[in-house]
């Protein structure tokens, strides 16, 4: 989460109360904080020792909030435990004034809202936790890391742990979800999922030879794909919690419109699907399935045709099943998007998520990324990315050329031009480094009474921010969020499309040791790729190789170094580095196949009629978009 | 170049006239010749076999005009020479009416133009060529394979080498430049360059030392930069002969704007110059050169003053001493677009150009690609590749991206969806195959009549074209350049804008035999990275390692290796494949630093007077972009 500006999370507070930022991310700002909590009056004093803009400056106001909220419940801690839930409760009301005033109308936990919450915030399914238990996890001063119970697994022995943020909001805002889905095929005739086509597997878990799904090829009966995904929350806890709960759902409806073909390895997906049109006049009784021949004849043309040309000569653009599946998710992610717009209308769905997701279907891993959360794969030691983040300096020439195409989106308050620093009126006239959208180095230009403007992309690295609001550049929801007191949106510069990789898993020899690894921005904020995979390689061969968990126990390492222990001033991890005060999310995914299958007793003790309920309010919910 | 849609240049001519298209690029089209040559009259029957569009009907009847040329010609020949001149002027007032007709207005050669040419057509400085050599380099049927002559030199003893079409186009439309540039400092309070302040520095070529240029390492004197580029023209030849001719010098006069600051490497670039606005009613009469200290102080802040804050807690982006390199490379490309349509008011300038650019400064190596030539360099026999090429397919999001944009852009008559081929009317309502500017992956959508419109981009590999009309997607020129038959302009959809690449030259140890190729896609269309750096290491290490000639002979292998030798139907090279058609360049970079200095009487014999007669002309030619 790269929601607010200029502030980073690293403090002390003293005695009369005055709150020092200190750390590497933090230079803005000098905090002083007179409380009188537990109660509802909160004096916050910023004293900016640079000049900062306005925008930021009123930003940061929640952002010193929050901090004062993590140093409260620390104060706190420190005379016991029985304060806490009062200051809790003092804290969420005072924030929801103020996220409320710093966020567009988003607050956190849908304290601010007359409408109903789709889904109640909660920790990931799989993790069982009681109400209890996930009040507990959010610890701001514990920062307990939540791991996977002896008595639950999830397919292929995937680790996972969790911890929450050091108190930059309330609740953890990363959310996760790990599934295995059966897609059944459509009834004939129907083309709106109007039954519960899907089903998640949790009865059986696939050994190796399931992995490649061979009892699919010969076309018949279901499309099973295993789904592992990561969101981070921003400006409220809503949309991370939705999307983890629908997304997948979304992917399963947009491979079962494409399943039979999947199911049909040697044949080319079909340019044309012959069937006819759904309301079509001479429609016949009979319904017309798909037949690969029938297809395919459409697509190179019927001979005799007075229009059509002989096959031989049509030229045809070549697709794969892969790109199909690439495709699928894609729109998955725009669906999921869309239905959170809708949704808001009749729920309070709050802030906007980035979203990783791992699709296992057919041999090959899909790796789908719109964030900053990253995947990489460790194969003997050796470190493989499969995804790349997406962040106001790795979009910037792509959001720079949309608003140079679209000016009025800057509401005449922005400058698509970038510049190395906020220019000052004294410099107009004067020269000074820019860039444009198609630069990616930097010239010098006379400043004009235009260029005062804020930039539309300020800010390096963690700081950078979009329109000074916001720091990753693709996920879902935040609809509704604007640059602070005013009605500039920042969804039109936002994407919902996520970059999709494709590992083929079965095409390599893979060892116990050789993992995928995901985790939110609050991992690889303070690890390299090369520091985790030392890390998880490091761990794994000193566990037993059947130790069913050593793969959630590398996670809680993983998160053990990421998040630190607390020292002094705040989390410290090796080398005295300063720890990740964000939340923290991992998946560890082991990519051997031949892993001992796991009974589904020891897997999921619930009932199975939970997850039905949980299925068919599921595909209600998407019935609108696929109607 | 691949201007020209739906056609090959592989084909053969019967004893009547019957031109049969051939080969495995040829798919579409069985033509009919009656020639009634030497001659004004030409009667072309084109029988489609498939259902092209009409836009590729259109289109095509050019490339079967050329295709036509090119079988005269060498029917021509076999009856002897003497018919060569008659036939050519023949061929250039045909054509002059069809590609008038077929690219928008832009004619070969400036024949059907008013106006006079910029720059006249010829081919690279450095080869020296008479008028009679040049007419013999146009020959379609030898293709002789034109060498730096004995007596000329390039710096570092660069290796070049090149070769016209088969018949594609009257004319050889790649162009090439290799230059030593040395950039003066701009006279103190001039900040136009009204007077001549660079000059090509051929009187001595630098060594080893030199190329550090550790002489201008305190802040003096002059910049020396190395050049090469190659231009590939389509549709005329007049933007990438003005593009050979003064491209080098728009970036020159970038460099001089920076060159102060390059030259002092310790300090990095100052944010904003604190040189008073040129319009400044107070400015002093001493003129206030650029020191590095008020810049920095310019940068910072000065203290003291009531609206700037202390320097320790200014937060400001570090630009690198290359990102300035970068970026007047990226502004000169512009420059020089900015000029040829300016220059097209009063200069006949036909078509456009790719540009592939390499310049050594300070240590590094500069690749600037806008259009699909490439780059690639050859170190210890592994390939390095240094530059990107930028197609209708590799370019598809980006277009179609400002198609949804800007939709106007489309005319009506074109959509900015993908389907993997044309849908036909009587597909509306069925399901088909499509991508947006979202998707890498492919879905299916309901035929819709919008449908039925002309992809903006279509077809595949070096069949793809944007809007029907061009295979590449960035360079110089086409300002006027129209889909046929349409008001419809290409330009907004290509790009001038390069992407630079950086290789630090310097902090590598090379051998003799490490080189960096450059080369049209004449060259690349037909042989591999991997093909090009075997040919080029085994002909390397069967050279002497003295001879100054290796490289140009390796070029020379190169050219020999993608064109291939006439057989039967075509030219064939290696296994069989069909050898490029296309014209073909190729530079060969050695890249050790401590090569034999070469004195200026072997390198160039001209006068010097020309040079510096060329340079006020180009210069004269610029100014109006830098007032």
């Not at 609740?171 to 083309?191: I, R, T, Y």
């Not at 009784?285 to 029938?294: D, G, P, V």
């Amino acid at each position: 989460m790269k929601m607010l500006s200029g502030l980073s999370f690293v403090f002390s507070i003293d005695a009369a109360g005055t709150c020092l930022c200190g750390g590497v991310h933090a230079s803005f700002w000098r905090i002083n904080v007179r409380s009188t909590f537990p109660g509802s009056g909160v004096w916050l004093h910023l004293t900016p020792e640079t000049q900062p803009d306005d925008c930021s400056l009123r930003r940061s106001a929640s952002a010193a909030a929050l901090l004062l909220h993590a140093a409260e419940l620390r104060r706190q801690r420190r005379c016991g435990n029985t304060m806490l839930t009062r200051v809790k409760s003092a804290v969420v009301n005072f924030m929801g004034g103020v996220m409320a005033g710093g966020s567009g109308g988003d607050h956190p936990g849908g304290g601010g809202s007359d409408l109903p919450l789709k889904f109640p915030y909660s920790r990931p399914e799989f993790l069982g936790l009681s109400a209890d238990e996930i009040e507990c996890s959010a610890d701001h001063i514990a920062r307990p890391i939540l791991i996977l119970k002896e008595t639950r697994r999830l397919p292929w022995a995937t680790g996972y742990a969790e911890v929450i943020n050091a108190g930059k909001s309330i609740l953890n805002e990363d959310q996760a979800c790990c599934e295995v889905l059966m897609v059944k095929k459509k009834p004939p005739g129907s083309s709106a999922p109007n039954r519960l086509n899907m089903t998640r597997r949790r009865s059986s878990l696939p050994n190796g030879e399931d992995l490649n799904l061979r009892d699919n090829l010969d076309g018949s009966e279901d499309l099973t794909f295993h789904y592992w995904a990561l969101f981070d929350g921003h400006a409220g806890s809503g949309a991370a919690v939705v999307a983890s709960r629908l997304l997948h759902h979304h992917i399963a409806l947009h491979l079962q419109e494409v399943m039979e073909i999947l199911c049909t390895p040697n044949l080319p997906p079909p340019t044309c699907l012959e069937e006819e049109p759904v309301n079509h006049l001479l429609t016949t009784t009979s319904n017309r399935a798909l037949t690969r021949a029938a297809s395919l004849r459409g697509a190179a043309g019927a001979p005799g045709s007075p229009n059509t040309p002989p096959t031989r000569f049509f030229t045809e653009k070549k697709v794969s099943h892969e790109s199909l599946v690439i495709g699928a998710i894609e729109n998955a992610f725009k669906d999921m998007d869309v239905q959170i717009e809708k949704d808001k209308a009749s729920y309070d769905i709050s802030g906007g998520c980035t979203a990783l997701m791992v699709l296992f279907l057919q041999g090959n891993l899909y790796v789908g990324n719109a964030g900053d959360s990253r995947a990489i794969i460790i194969r003997a030691g050796e470190v493989i990315p499969v995804s790349a983040e997406f962040t106001p300096e790795s979009e910037r020439q792509r959001l720079q050329f949309l608003a140079y195409m679209q000016p009025h989106l800057l509401g005449n308050e922005f400058t698509h031009l970038e510049f190395p620093r906020r220019v000052q009126r004294k410099e107009v006239g004067k020269k000074m480094l820019y860039r444009d959208f198609t630069m990616s180095g930097w010239a010098y230009k006379t400043i004009e009474e235009d260029d005062l403007k804020f930039p539309l992309i300020y800010g390096e690295g963690k700081k950078a921010r979009v329109l000074a609001t916001i720091g990753v550049t693709r996920g879902l929801g935040d609809h509704n969020l604007k640059v602070h007191d005013s009605n500039i949106y920042i969804k039109p510069f936002l994407s919902c499309c996520p970059e999709v990789k494709v590992y083929p898993l079965s095409q390599w020899e893979h060892r116990a040791d050789d993992v995928l690894v995901m985790g939110t921005d609050g991992l690889w904020d303070v690890l390299s790729n090369q520091e985790v995979s030392e890390a998880v390689t490091s761990f794994l061969a000193n566990c037993d190789a059947d130790d069913q968990h050593r793969y959630t126990m590398a996670a809680q390492d993983l998160i053990m170094r990421a998040r630190g222990v607390l020292k002094d001033r705040g989390w410290r991890i090796s080398n005295d580095r300063l720890g990740s005060g964000d939340d923290i999310s991992v998946f560890i995914i082991p990519l051997i196949k031949d892993f001992p299958e796991i009974s589904s007793h020891d897997w999921d003790s619930r009932p199975s009629v939970s997850i039905v309920v949980l299925l068919q309010r599921a595909v209600k919910d998407l019935n609108f978009l696929h109607p």
